[in-house]
């Protein structure tokens, strides 16, 4: 069984790169499966690196801004769930 909840929204996309800022509610770190839903998208995918002020980093707590890069392109104001498994 697995939940979803929400830990942050998208608050900027840079397509040339395909990378989400991301102003988080929760916390968030590497290894992490990330769903995003709005407008037209609504896909998962795990977090393979995180970036706060450009540097790499392995967890973010709630407040920050941090950058990820995206498999698709998202836009400002989608929601961002962490996607838990609980056996």
Same mark, same amino acid.
């Given at each position: 069984?697995?939940?979803?909840? *929400? @830990?942050?929204?998208?608050?900027?996309?840079?397509?040339?790169?395909?990378?989400?800022?991301?102003?988080?509610?929760?916390?968030?770190?590497?290894?992490?499966?990330?769903?995003?839903?709005?407008?037209?998208?609504?896909?998962?995918?795990?977090?393979?690196? @995180? *970036?706060?002020?450009?540097?790499?980093? !392995?967890?973010?707590?709630?407040? !920050?801004?941090?950058? @990820?890069?995206?498999?698709?392109?998202?836009?400002? !104001?989608?929601?961002?769930?962490? @996607?838990?498994?609980?056996?």
């Amino acid at each position: 069984m697995t939940t979803e909840k *929400q @830990i942050g929204v998208v608050s900027n996309y840079f397509e040339h790169v395909g990378v989400a800022v991301l102003k988080l509610s929760g916390n968030l770190k590497v290894g992490d499966v990330l769903k995003f839903v709005g407008g037209e998208v609504d896909y998962d995918m795990p977090v393979e690196s @995180i *970036q706060v002020n450009k540097e790499n980093v !392995d967890s973010a707590k709630k407040g !920050d801004e941090v950058g @990820i890069k995206v498999k698709e392109k998202v836009r400002k !104001d989608y929601k961002v769930y962490r @996607i838990v498994s609980e056996e």
